[in-house]
């Protein structure tokens, strides 16, 4: 699965990990969080990510 990182604070989302403080679940690809989702370290939107190389 891809990883996508936050343009402006650099957190990387690894599905492998999710984000279980966001209720993300491992194994959980970027496509199927919710909209409402936000980065965990800066708070901003979904929007602000983008697939790591």
């Known amino acids: ?21 966001g209720n993300i679940a491992p194994g959980t690809p970027f496509e199927m969080i919710p909209d409402t989702w936000v980065c965990p370290q800066c708070g901003v939107t979904k929007e602000m990510f983008k697939e790591t190389i």
Do not use: R
Not at 1 to 21: N, Q
């Open 1 to 21: 699965m891809k990883k996508y990182i936050c343009t402006v604070c650099s957190y990387i989302y690894d599905p492998a990990t999710g984000d279980p403080d």
